[in-house]
């Protein structure tokens, strides 16, 4: 009984985020876009040779990933700060951090998720073999949470402040840096012929420990924020 | 002992104990100083490898050691500040950030200014320079987020949460980067790892350390002072110390 009502929320929550997210299309697109104009500006600076891109196109990726996401932050809390839901959610009786969660899954959905079907096109852009392109798109489908669930703080921490998301950036983008270094330190290794287990399971460890901690995170930043 | 700790957490107490120890300590960091430093120059003995340069060290170890000293307080007090909302504590927190930058920085300038003539480049890619520049972009960013919240209290409170965000991620950007450091570099750097330091090079060395913890001190006990009474300026202990007794306006 308490199972489905609190799965009802979730969906609930998880249903109008995802609605008005599509509804919404140039706050959907934008993101991605931004993201393939990075990685076009990369074959543009550092030249078009095949080998140096191949190499390259990991970090590329990666980088331009973390940048995307980091401006997709701010949609989180902010409309539903404005017109004063977010408050009204925090007060409801609900069980708060699967409100949050749910928050958190309709941005992944809307953000991450597209991103990783842009991924496979920008790696025809910069020549990555099938090999590497899948673990590639591993590394993006366990790392890509980790940038909203630990994006989703800073997004909170920063929710109704002016400039929020220049400072969302300077607040996440040092913590992201872990991530960046196994997940192209994956595909390389791919590329070398070595083992990708050690990243991956440390990719996935990170995954587990954001889940676990991060919506408390959340849900105490937002309280601080809404007092 | 609870009694005497939420006695101490009133601002008006903690105005009255900083104003007694803060000189001391100070006293205490200048003397401190002044014989580390003569140790550091005079009684520790040249490195055999690295010559007089190695010297540096005597600025360069306490520094980086009171960055990560300074965050740990930092995230501590931020702590204590969400549990008992007490205004102390978010004062102290708030008054760790700049120390902390402050010390990180001298502790990425020595390490450059001792990079220099030993790696032959002010900068390295090493593993632990470069946990101590992103611990570094931890320190601005609190920063930032303290300066763009505009009430006192909320401030402190979401700076503790980033705070603490950071104390988790600490030991992950630690590990990483050195794992990443020996993916990409190899043994091409000779660093300092001697197993041992020679007992007259150690000496002066925690003798600056103490000197740093003491400096460290009385200047975050004097800024939170000054953050007390910021706030406080409304109460009634405050206008009396300010206005000269009896008078009124």
């Known amino acids: ?227 | 002992m609870w009694e005497w700790l939420i006695k101490f957490a009133s601002p008006m107490n903690f105005y009255l104990l900083v104003n007694r120890f803060a000189p001391w300590l100070g006293r205490a960091a200048v003397v401190l100083f002044a014989v580390g430093l003569y140790g550091a120059f005079f009684y520790a003995p040249a490195d055999y490898q690295q010559g007089e340069s190695f010297r540096i060290i005597y600025v360069h170890v306490p520094s980086a050691w009171m960055s990560m000293f300074v965050y740990m307080t930092m995230a501590g007090a931020g702590a204590a500040g969400l549990v008992w909302k007490t205004k102390v504590s978010d004062a102290i927190a708030r008054s760790c950030a700049p120390l902390g930058a402050s010390f990180t920085f001298l502790a990425l300038a020595t390490g450059s200014l001792w990079g220099k003539p030993m790696w032959g480049t002010w900068w390295v890619w090493d593993a632990r320079l470069t946990a101590e520049l992103i611990l570094l972009f931890l320190y601005l960013g609190y920063i930032a987020l303290q300066s763009a919240i505009d009430d006192r209290r909320m401030a402190a409170r979401a700076g503790a949460v980033l705070a603490l965000v950071g104390v988790v991620n600490i030991p992950i950007i630690h590990y990483s980067v050195e794992w990443w450091n020996t993916l990409h570099q190899g043994p091409t750097i000779t660093k300092m790892d001697t197993p041992s330091i020679h007992v007259d090079m150690l000496i002066p060395l925690l003798v600056m350390i103490a000197a740093f913890m003491c400096y460290f001190f009385a200047l975050v006990l004097v800024r939170a002072r000054v953050e007390i009474i910021e706030q406080e300026r409304n109460s009634k202990w405050v206008q009396e110390l300010v206005l000269p007794p009896g008078g009124h306006k």
Not at chain 1, 82 to 102: F, N, R, T, V, W
Not at chain 1, 155 to 182: D, E, H, N, W, Y
Request: glycine residues 8%; charged residues 10%; aromatic residues 8%.
């Open chain 1, 1 to 227: 009984m308490i199972m489905a009502k609190t799965s009802g929320l979730y969906l609930t929550i998880l249903k109008r985020d995802l609605m008005l997210g599509l509804r919404n299309q140039s706050d959907l697109v934008n993101p991605l876009l931004f993201f393939i104009i990075v990685v076009t500006l990369f074959p543009l600076t550092i030249g078009p040779e095949q080998a140096t891109l191949r190499q390259l196109a990991p970090g590329i990726v990666w980088v331009a990933a973390v940048l995307a996401s980091s401006l997709s932050l701010d949609g989180i809390f902010r409309s539903d700060y404005e017109d004063g839901s977010l408050e009204q959610m925090l007060l409801s009786p609900q069980p708060k951090l699967l409100l949050i969660m749910a928050k958190i899954s309709a941005h992944w959905l809307l953000s991450g998720a597209p991103l990783i079907l842009f991924v496979l096109f920008s790696g025809v852009l910069l020549y990555l073999p099938t090999g590497s392109m899948l673990t590639l798109l591993v590394t993006l489908l366990l790392g890509t949470p980790v940038l909203s669930l630990i994006g989703a703080i800073a997004a909170a921490l920063t929710v109704g402040l002016r400039s929020s998301g220049l400072l969302q950036a300077l607040l996440i983008l040092p913590l992201f840096m872990p991530l960046l270094i196994f997940a192209v330190s994956a595909v390389s290794n791919v590329n070398r012929g070595l083992s990708v287990t050690g990243e991956f399971y440390f990719l996935g460890a990170m995954l587990v420990l954001a889940l676990t901690l991060a919506p408390f995170a959340v849900l105490a930043s937002l309280k601080i924020r809404m007092a």
